[in-house]
């Protein structure tokens, strides 16, 4: 008799990290409106069908609390905060009053998704 292996239940961060590696690794091959300019949409609509669109599926798949911290993470961690170092203001005023076990969560996730879509250096 064979036996089976137990299936570990998903932990809370599982369905950000899949997303996440999706992200980065497939996300260059589909057109969205999240990340396209209106003279982008306006010159070929037909390429942004939100009814059939993978971005927004795989956005849709992300658990209530990993949505709002890829939320947070894209609000606070733009080329603009980065460059005027604001990003820690950003993410300071966006929890501002919510619970500390809360912010630790947030930030938890948002190291999450930093590390998978900006990878630290490897070692030579």
């Not at 137990?6 to 091959?29: Q, V």
């Not at 501002?96 to 809360?102: I, N, R, V, Y």
Request: charge should be negative; include cysteine; charged fraction near 30%.
């Amino acid at each position: 008799m064979r036996r089976r292996r137990r299936t570990t239940p998903p932990t809370r961060f599982d369905n950000l990290r899949e997303f996440c590696t999706w992200w980065a690794r497939e996300r260059k091959h589909y057109t969205c409106c999240l990340a396209a300019s209106s003279d982008d949409i306006d010159m070929e609509p037909e390429l942004y069908d939100c009814e059939t669109c993978e971005v927004g599926a795989q956005l849709d798949g992300l658990w209530p609390e990993n949505a709002d911290a890829w939320d947070l993470f894209h609000g606070a961690v733009t080329r603009f905060g980065v460059d005027t170092q604001t990003v820690s203001l950003s993410l300071r005023s966006a929890l501002d009053g919510d619970d500390p076990s809360l912010v630790a969560d947030s930030l938890r996730r948002c190291a999450l998704i930093y590390d998978a879509l900006y990878p630290p250096p490897k070692a030579k």
